[in-house]
């Protein structure tokens, strides 16, 4: 595929007709494993300023998922609540920095993430194109409702302001952060994602030769035969048929030289975002990176802090 | 490195990890076409082989389906579970080595690592240390790359963080890429300035395990690669973020081949280019037309 404008990009991605009852099922299926969220205080990990803690929950067919918790040791009333959803091949972080900022903060391990593939590890590379071939099995679906129920996790903590929750994340986590705001559309006050993986699925393989995309054209290179189920199955988890239910404050950051999440998509993906107040941060010469070393990093902060009002902590 | 480590008790413990990997020497390598991970022009193996202490490893191994002899790359793992299969773009011009060390997946039958944990797992001992196993994981990886057929032994590069330093401290590198982020160069100083993860996990061990610190300190010492850089006669580029210019320079100060810091831009694209250019230019490789394929509007 060459286009001459990466604004002028069309995504293939198309909504199913089923699409929303096929997620109302899937939602519900979801609802009848009970969260039972656990907190275990790591003081190891823990400072004079915050409290670090590990966290585990129930989610889809029963799997227990991993995470980390950390929020500020000194504090009145509520907190602001920061969910952060990891990337593909890495390990989820410790939200400690977010908890210097002033929020309850809360990083998930969704399934096939260490700490949470005891059931389900279907590796890296290999998650995404994990049963590809069929929509009700494929290996994002659990995923996907790990990281909804990792933000049900922070939103039902004691401490946590429901109204004031964040939710951020780059690349993998830039597409759960999109995920998240779509599914959870009256509860997320404000959302970063970065470089957004998953969005525009079957065109991102064909615009880009590095993974995790690759994995796909692997995948077709293996079974050319499946193209069509492999397309089918994607419609059903393209971000890009999520993102109009998305209502909340929203700024999206990409790399025009982004060979890993291609910037084609990402202008697509931020043009199907509903709601009003949105922003796209676009960088020039950057790649996967979308703009985090040229201090992208402190405009996610001060928009944050604007939607959010976290606590002071310590100095800060 | 630290002001009161003993160069013999540095080059001692080296050799001695040397002599344990060179024991290994005639032990088996299987290796397995991975067709999912091969196209027309280049082909990607599985490749599993004993690291000291009978543990077993695993690494991708790509090279071009043809031509050769080609440019032995070893990927020095980075600090977390997943090792990528080696891209397109690296493949299509070197014989490329990318090692899962053990703890990380692939090589996790018998020790999984932990993150965070990783970085002080086995402190305060010099002989417990889990990384004196990564770095010899490292070292033998680099033996069996050196040993495939149709690579050319005299021209090793390495590329990785400052783990790929040691390595080519311990072996005949002619090529050295050190990109950000660094983790054992003057760790135990650097650690003190940041809470950020993985350095963080130093801070998290010296604040919990105030009695051993001393120890840990000495030992995480004799991981410096700074300590070791005079014996590394590759041309050497270490590219570095402007927070790490200081121990960049150090480190590369020290080296006793040709040198220079690369000072990121914080622009991905062109921070990737300059490096990936570089280490064509020292190598003698191919220069790479980048991962980012035309799209015609640039």
């Known amino acids: 595929m060459t286009i001459s404008d990466p604004k002028a990009f069309q995504s293939s991605a198309v909504k199913p007709a089923d699409f929303d009852s096929f997620w109302e099922d899937t939602l519900g299926r979801a609802a009848s494993v009970l969260l039972r969220p656990r907190l275990e205080p790591m003081p190891m990990r823990s400072t004079p300023e915050i409290e670090v803690f590990e966290a585990r929950y129930n989610s889809y067919r029963g799997l227990e998922i991993a995470g980390w918790y950390a929020r500020p040791r000194d504090f009145d009333g509520k907190l602001p609540g920061m969910l952060y959803v990891p990337g593909y091949v890495s390990e989820p972080k410790l939200p400690n920095d977010l908890a210097l900022q002033g929020y309850a903060s809360f990083s998930a391990a969704p399934r096939g993430k260490l700490r949470s593939n005891s059931v389900f590890n279907p590796g890296?590379?290999?998650?995404?194109?994990?049963?590809?071939?069929?929509?009700?099995?494929?290996?994002?679906?659990?995923?996907?409702?790990?990281?909804?129920?990792?933000?049900?996790?922070?939103?039902?903590?004691?401490?946590?302001?429901?109204?004031?929750?964040?939710?951020?994340?780059?690349?993998?986590?830039?597409?759960?952060?999109?995920?998240?705001?779509?599914?959870?559309?009256?509860?997320?006050?404000?959302?970063?994602?970065?470089?957004?993986?998953?969005?525009?699925?079957?065109?991102?393989?064909?615009?880009?030769?590095?993974?995790?995309?690759?994995?796909?054209?692997?995948?077709?290179?293996?079974?050319?035969?499946?193209?069509?189920?492999?397309?089918?199955?994607?419609?059903?988890?393209?971000?890009?048929?999520?993102?109009?239910?998305?209502?909340?404050?929203?700024?999206?950051?990409?790399?025009?030289?982004?060979?890993?999440?291609?910037?084609?998509?990402?202008?697509?993906?931020?043009?199907?975002?509903?709601?009003?107040?949105?922003?796209?941060?676009?960088?020039?010469?950057?790649a996967h990176d979308a703009g985090s070393g040229v201090g992208h990093a402190g405009v996610i902060d001060e928009f944050m802090a604007s939607h959010l009002a976290p606590v002071r902590v310590g100095g800060n | 490195m630290s002001g009161n480590l003993d160069a013999q008790e540095l080059m001692s413990y080296w050799r001695t990890v040397g002599y344990e990997v060179s024991a290994l020497a005639g032990s088996g390598v299987e290796s397995e076409v991975l067709e999912r991970h091969s196209d027309e022009s280049t082909v990607t193996h599985g490749v599993r082989f004993e690291g000291i202490g009978g543990y077993p490893l695993f690494a991708y191994y790509s090279l071009p389906r043809e031509g050769g002899p080609f440019i032995p790359l070893f990927h020095a793992p980075g600090y977390g579970s997943v090792v990528g299969v080696p891209t397109v773009e690296r493949r299509s011009r070197y014989a490329v080595m990318a090692l899962c060390h053990r703890g990380q997946r692939h090589s996790d039958k018998f020790y999984r690592a932990a993150y965070p944990g990783l970085l002080t797992d086995g402190l305060p001992g010099a002989g417990s240390y889990v990384w004196r196993g990564v770095v010899a994981d490292c070292l033998r990886a680099i033996d069996v790359l050196l040993s495939r057929h149709n690579v050319d032994g005299q021209r090793l590069a390495i590329s990785g963080n400052d783990l790929g330093a040691l390595a080519a401290a311990l072996r005949p590198a002619k090529s050295l890429l050190v990109v950000t982020p660094l983790i054992f160069t003057r760790l135990a100083e650097r650690a003190g300035s940041t809470d950020a993860y993985p350095l963080q996990e130093i801070n998290d061990y010296r604040r919990t395990c105030p009695d051993r610190w001393e120890e840990a300190k000495s030992t995480l010492g004799l991981f410096d690669p700074s300590a070791l850089a005079g014996d590394i006669s590759a041309n050497t580029m270490v590219a570095c973020t402007a927070g790490e210019k200081e121990a960049a320079a150090s480190l590369a100060g020290r080296v006793s081949g040709e040198s220079e810091v690369y000072v990121n831009t914080g622009y991905g694209y062109l921070d990737h280019k300059a490096q990936e250019d570089w280490l064509s230019a020292s190598t003698g490789a191919p220069l790479s037309d980048g991962p980012f394929l035309p799209r015609g509007f640039s």
């Open chain 1, 124 to 286: 890296y590379p290999g998650l995404l194109v994990h049963n590809i071939h069929d929509r009700d099995p494929y290996g994002y679906r659990g995923f996907y409702l790990d990281a909804l129920r990792a933000f049900d996790f922070l939103a039902g903590l004691d401490e946590v302001d429901e109204t004031r929750i964040g939710v951020q994340g780059s690349s993998q986590g830039g597409a759960l952060t999109l995920l998240v705001s779509s599914m959870r559309p009256e509860r997320v006050a404000a959302a970063s994602a970065g470089a957004p993986y998953l969005c525009s699925m079957m065109d991102s393989a064909s615009l880009t030769r590095s993974y995790p995309y690759e994995e796909i054209n692997e995948y077709l290179r293996a079974y050319p035969e499946r193209e069509h189920a492999v397309r089918n199955t994607l419609n059903y988890y393209d971000i890009h048929n999520f993102v109009d239910r998305i209502v909340c404050p929203i700024i999206v950051n990409i790399g025009l030289r982004d060979d890993v999440c291609p910037p084609e998509t990402g202008y697509a993906v931020f043009d199907q975002i509903g709601g009003t107040e949105k922003k796209l941060y676009a960088y020039e010469n950057c």
